[in-house]
Each structure stands twice: as structure tokens, then as C-alpha cells.
């Protein structure tokens, strides 16, 4: 059984927060209806690379954020095609949107608008900065947030420039934050009988990422700053040069320490008063590092990271994608799905007694509007 099942959800959302958040549900069973302009959500044309099926090309972005959904192409601009979303909304559970602020009160889709029609309807708003505050009707890019929150300035080499993270994490974070919200949501109308509005800042989450460095900075006042690689309360908890290419180190405690320098054929560092507890090595970090290198240098990676295996020392390979998607422990958890010929990441929740839905990949714009128009929620 899908725990979502019988859920309606309607998705007025595109890029990549909101989409992802229609995308969770979708994976537990819930029905998601994808509501796009005429056009098409943005992410369509967001390639190379895309993926062809059949007359169909479309970039394979979209399809990282809107498996197992239905596509209508609806103008709000359109008397007839309002009056079919007033419809699908009276019976919805849940309705995504992330409309710059104020963007759907002219068409009579706000929250207090459609709360009115559908008191039990949980209404997510995701939006850069939030429904108030002084930054409300910015834009939000995540990119920008990834500055503003505070995320590069605690990203990247000491003596380089801030760095972002790989992917868009602010859009991801608001996504998954915005599932739990809505999942909360609805288990308070089991008991309310009412619906509400969720409010999903970008901002806000992206500040949520901070945790232990946002609790240090809130405790002592003094900037954590760029690190690089390494950690700032733990030693040696970093990445070294192998032979080969490099690897990760992250001895957690004077323990793994001991089997590092054992493994490395270090045992005098080991017994190095200035090495001998974890808060001595942070003080000591750049003599240390400096003498670690020079043993873990002589190591290939494949035959350090065996050796640090079997000695009980936690350390990993960084690997790229080619790595990841043929690692036996990805393969094994079977973490990529092909629905529909379409390879994607599965969403990584797994259940005893719940199975997701993974049948269906992502949908061509308008694929079900004719079956919506005709038949509402039973197309």
C-alpha cells in the first residue's frame, strides 16, 4: 500500500522547490496534478542534456523533480480554463504554489481566496523570503540565498573564493521542509477538520542549513569562516592526497586516531603528547596535517581506503557520478528507477509496510488535460 494514496494534490509550481515538493508526494502515493501555463514549466528547456520519448524532448531537469505527476496546461487568463482549476481545487487536499507574492490573488487563487471554497485545503506557498518581512516581494534565486544565508561564507578554501554548493541545496531543503510541513498539516486537520497555510521561505531554510555553525556563532559571537576541507573542532577530519588522487580522512576520536597512525606506520605520532587528544590536534592541526601528509601521500587510494576499512578508521573515496551509480551499496538499495524507460534517483524513504509509487516518470505538457477536462480527478 502507498501511504499517500487517495491524496489530491494540485501543483501551480515550476523550477524546482515546489515541483520537488509535488514530487515526494507523488512517490507516496499521492494523485498530483501539475498545473502549467501553456508553455510549460521553465525547466523543460533547461538543457542539455534532454530526454527524447518519442516527438517529446524535454530537459532531463524537469524530470529530476516531477516523476509520477499528470500535466493540464491551463491559461489563468481564460474564464473557462479558472472555472475547471476552481473545480479541481474544491476537492484537493493540498494545493503547491510558488508565485511571487501577491501573483495569484488577481485570478482569485490566494489562500484566503481558495480557503473560502475548500476550508480542509492545506495551501503551501513557497517563495524566496516568505509571506512578510521586508525582502517578501523579492525573487528568490538560490544561488543568492546560498550568499545571503550565510552557506558560502562557510564554503570553500581559507584563502580562496566563497563557494556554492553543487546543486541548488536552498530549492532541495525548502522542498523536503515543505513536505514535512504539509504531512503536519494534514495530520492537525484529522483533528481540526481545518486546512491552513503553510509558509516556505527559501531564506529561512537555507538559514535552517547553518545548524552547529549557527548555534556556535549564536554562543560565542565569532564567525566560523572558510575551512575548506577540514573541520573546525575535529583533527584529522579532512581530505588528503593519496598517489592517486585524494581521499577522506574523519578520525572522531583518539581511538581512530591511534589505528590511523598504526595503519600509516606512524605509531611515534600516536604516542606524541601534542597529538594525544582530539582538542591537542586541533591546536596542533597545521604540524599534524603536515606530518600526515607525508605518509598518506605514498598510499594509491584503493589500498589506504582497504587498509583504514579493516583497521576500523572511517575514511571514503570521492567519487564522481560514474563511482556513485555503480556502487554496490547504491545498486544494492536500488536507489535508481527507470520508470517508463526514464532513469531517475528514487526518493531514499523505505517502509516496512509501505511500497512509494515509481511507475510513471514525469509527464509531456498537457499530457492528461484532455482526461482532467473530461473527468476531473478520476481522469
Not at 588528503?240 to 574523519?250: K, L, R, T
Not at 551509480?325 to 534517483?345: E, K
Not at 511507475?359 to 492528461?368: C, S, Y
Request: some cysteine; glycine content about 10%; overall charge negative.
Amino acid at each position: 500500500m502507498q501511504p499517500l494514496k487517495g491524496m489530491k494534490v494540485l501543483e501551480l509550481a515550476r523550477i524546482l522547490a515546489g515541483p520537488l515538493i509535488g514530487q515526494v508526494l507523488a512517490d507516496l502515493g499521492a494523485t498530483v496534478v501539475k498545473v502549467e501555463s501553456p508553455s510549460g514549466d521553465d525547466t523543460r528547456t533547461w538543457g542539455p542534456p534532454f530526454v527524447e520519448r518519442g516527438d517529446d524532448k524535454t530537459a532531463s531537469y524537469f524530470y529530476s523533480c516531477n516523476r509520477g505527476k499528470q500535466s493540464i496546461a491551463l491559461d489563468f487568463s481564460n474564464p473557462e480554463d479558472l472555472d475547471l482549476l476552481y473545480g479541481l481545487v474544491d476537492e484537493a487536499d493540498v494545493l503547491i504554489e510558488n508565485f511571487k507574492l501577491g501573483g495569484l490573488k488577481k485570478f482569485g487563487l490566494d489562500y484566503d481566496s481558495l480557503s473560502a471554497r475548500n476550508p480542509r485545503l492545506i495551501y503551501c506557498s513557497v517563495t524566496g523570503f516568505g509571506q512578510d518581512g521586508p525582502y517578501a516581494a523579492r525573487a528568490g534565486y538560490d544561488y543568492l540565498l546560498q550568499g545571503m544565508a550565510g552557506l558560502m561564507s562557510i564554503t570553500g578554501a581559507k584563502d580562496g573564493d566563497p563557494m556554492r554548493f553543487g546543486v541548488a541545496v536552498t530549492d532541495v531543503v525548502s522542498g523536503l521542509y515543505g513536505v514535512i510541513a504539509i504531512q503536519a498539516a494534514l495530520s492537525q486537520r484529522q483533528q481540526t477538520g481545518r486546512g491552513q497555510h503553510v509558509d516556505m521561505s527559501l531564506f529561512d531554510s537555507a538559514t535552517s542549513l547553518l545548524t552547529n555553525q549557527a548555534s556556535g556563532y549564536l554562543a560565542s559571537g565569532q564567525e566560523p569562516g572558510r575551512i575548506g576541507n577540514t573541520h573546525p573542532s575535529i583533527v584529522p577530519y579532512q581530505v588528503f592526497e593519496v598517489s592517486d588522487g585524494h581521499i577522506i580522512i574523519a578520525v572522531g576520536n583518539d581511538r581512530q586516531f591511534e589505528r590511523l597512525c598504526q595503519v600509516l606506520g606512524a605509531d611515534a605520532l600516536a604516542r606524541t603528547d601534542d597529538f594525544a587528544t582530539n582538542a591537542k590536534r586541533v591546536e596542533a592541526r597545521s604540524e599534524l596535517t603536515e606530518k600526515l601528509q607525508g605518509y598518506i601521500r605514498n598510499w594509491s587510494r584503493d589500498a589506504l581506503l582497504a587498509a583504514l576499512e579493516d583497521a576500523v578508521v572511517p575514511a571514503s573515496p570521492i567519487n564522481g557520478l560514474a563511482d556513485v551509480f555503480a556502487d554496490p551499496q547504491i545498486l544494492a538499495r536500488d536507489l535508481v528507477v527507470t520508470p517508463q524507460g526514464v532513469p531517475g534517483v528514487r526518493s531514499p524513504m523505505r517502509f516496512s509496510d509501505s511500497v512509494l509509487a515509481l511507475e510513471k516518470t514525469a509527464p509531456r505538457l498537457d499530457e492528461h488535460g484532455a482526461a482532467i477536462r473530461k473527468s476531473g480527478w478520476n481522469a
